[in-house]
């Protein structure tokens, strides 16, 4: 059991409450975002910090609360399910935005028109609802990937879920799982399900798996499998959609070419505009 007490003597988590529609003119609820207040000395006052650690002192075999629960279930009411680009192209906040811009320091409506230009991301896969989002994007802080897995060599569902757990603690907001060893769907489901921030993964790893570790044996339709298996996931692979062009003196925002829920993208020149409220530290 990880000591967090010990890893952070001198902070605490702490939660900012901010308050969200589960869906457009739909009820509101209270967000508990958490923060780590971090005391100073000198007579200074206490900071908070963004915090990665998700919740903890749960039951691994369990998992995390379900966080993302409600909010799911409120838009599945309404008869759709868009993603965060659909929702921010109808000029709706949804409760990912809310609470990234909690962690950020940012207005809802800045992070909502990043995304809708193509500028940001929030990885938010509807099947992981014990995500805490977050926001990844040219105007927002940078973000830390972890790399975790299990190998052939040694292969243990304990130790990947114990990785995860320190990888957050000291700060990573996503995690990739590359395991190349035994088990890799189960390992995957026992670190989502004990997982706050984003997972992503890589399916030639598993499709190997399922080909004896042969790649000879390798063919389309184990690889198909492989990829229809992860259709109804809660993982994905963490892709960059950012305007990778854009000249050094001029931001570029990306104007969509196909429908709302749809995400190609044509980069355009556009001016960048400047966060109206003060970022969040981060140590």
Not at 52 to 60: F, K, L, R
Request: proline residues 8%; charged residues 25%; contains cysteine.
């Amino acid at each position: 059991m990880i000591d967090f007490a010990t890893a952070y003597p001198n902070s605490r988590k702490v939660y900012d409450d901010r308050p969200a529609r589960l869906t457009a003119g739909g009820p509101e609820t209270t967000l508990r975002v958490p923060m780590r207040e971090v005391t100073l000395g000198g007579g200074e006052p206490p900071i908070r910090l963004y915090d990665t650690s998700g919740p903890q002192g749960h039951d691994v075999r369990t998992g995390l609360p379900k966080l993302r629960e409600p909010w799911i279930a409120a838009r599945r009411a309404t008869g759709f399910v868009g993603t965060q680009l659909y929702y921010a192209r109808r000029g709706e906040i949804t409760p990912e935005m809310e609470f990234v811009a909690a962690r950020e320091g940012l207005p809802g409506e800045f992070v909502r028109d990043e995304i809708a230009r193509g500028r940001a991301i929030i990885p938010s896969n509807i099947h992981h609802l014990e995500l805490e989002p977050m926001v990844i994007g040219r105007n927002f802080l940078v973000k830390i990937n972890a790399n975790i897995g299990n190998s052939a060599v040694k292969s243990s569902i304990e130790d990947e879920v114990d990785k995860l757990q320190w990888a957050t603690l000291w700060g990573a907001d996503t995690v990739m799982d590359l395991s190349t060893g035994r088990n890799i769907h189960e390992t995957r489901e026992w670190i989502i399900r004990n997982a706050s921030v984003p997972i992503g993964t890589v399916p030639i790893y598993q499709a190997l798996e399922k080909a004896g570790g042969r790649p000879e044996d390798l063919t389309w339709e184990v690889y198909r499998d492989t990829l229809r298996s992860w259709r109804s996931g809660a993982w994905r692979t963490i892709r960059k959609v950012f305007c990778t062009r854009a000249s050094a003196r001029s931001a570029r925002s990306c104007a969509p070419t196909t429908s709302p829920s749809r995400s190609a993208t044509a980069c355009v020149p556009a001016p960048l505009p400047t966060p109206t409220t003060k970022r969040s530290s981060r140590s």
